[in-house]
């Protein structure tokens, strides 16, 4: 594809609820990020994949955050039981090779919890 | 946690001024790369340089790097008003399964004509 695409671009979720945030990497990437960024902070660091593995996920904040990617393409940020803390802009990123390289980001979808 | 600590946290000036933002980040890495970001959107990589390398350019874009204080600086010069965003420094950490890059909290940049 053109470049990274996320879907939905806004969600509101009211408290409780569950939500799944959808990205689509760049055609042929192997490496697949999430990427949480709070107003006004650098983004940090959720979980990697490099395809289908999930190779590092230390940084997911509680047991309520899954992510997969189980072709190795696309992949799914499902948060259960959303809390108000939850709300920010969650980034996905991919790149061609290894984790050493360059980012594409996609969009991100900002997360509104009420 | 952040790796990287971006200074300063804002920085305004007019256009076709320079702008000189630094970055200090604190555990060993394999190359450090800066990013930009407009408001509401994702972020765009702009220049990578290596542990190796001292300094690196990219059109307007005068990267450095030292290892031995652990910083770099972005310079960019003939600032234009396109160029308002927020810049961020991001490293490469081996967590002993992969690499992640660990990024900043960047520095907001507001040129005015």
């Known amino acids: 594809g053109a470049g990274v695409s996320q879907s939905p671009r806004y969600k509101v979720a009211k408290r409780g609820q569950d939500v799944a945030l959808r990205c689509d990497p760049i055609?042929?990437?192997?490496?697949l990020f999430w990427y949480q960024q709070a107003l006004g902070q650098g983004p940090e660091f959720l979980t990697y994949?490099?395809?289908?593995?999930?190779?590092?996920k230390s940084g997911l904040p509680s047991d309520r955050f899954f992510a997969e990617r189980p072709e190795g393409s696309v992949s799914t940020l499902k948060i259960q039981r959303t809390q108000q803390e939850d709300s920010a802009v969650y980034l996905c990123?991919?790149?061609?090779?290894?984790?050493?390289?360059?980012?594409?980001f996609g969009s991100g979808t900002q997360l509104s919890v009420l | 946690s952040q790796q990287g600590e971006e200074d300063p946290q804002a920085l305004s000036i007019q256009e076709g001024e320079n702008a000189t933002m630094n970055c200090s980040y604190k555990?060993?890495?394999?190359?450090l790369q800066w990013y930009r970001q407009n408001s509401g959107r994702g972020l765009v990589h702009l220049i990578l340089?290596?542990?190796?390398?001292r300094e690196k350019h990219s059109g307007r874009l005068r990267v450095t790097l030292d290892t031995s204080k652990k910083s770099s600086s972005l310079l960019i010069t003939a600032s234009r008003a396109a160029d308002t965003a927020s810049y961020f420094c991001?490293?490469?950490?081996?967590?002993?399964?992969?690499?992640?890059?660990?990024f900043g909290t960047g520095t907001r940049l507001q040129v005015t004509l």
């Open positions: 990123a991919s790149s061609l090779g290894g984790s050493h390289g360059k980012l594409f």
């Open positions: 055609s042929g990437h192997v490496s």
């Open positions: 994949f490099q395809n289908e593995a999930q190779l590092d």
């Open positions: 555990t060993s890495i394999n190359n």
């Open positions: 340089i290596r542990s190796n390398e």
């Open positions: 991001a490293t490469d950490e081996y967590t002993g399964t992969a690499s992640k890059l660990t």
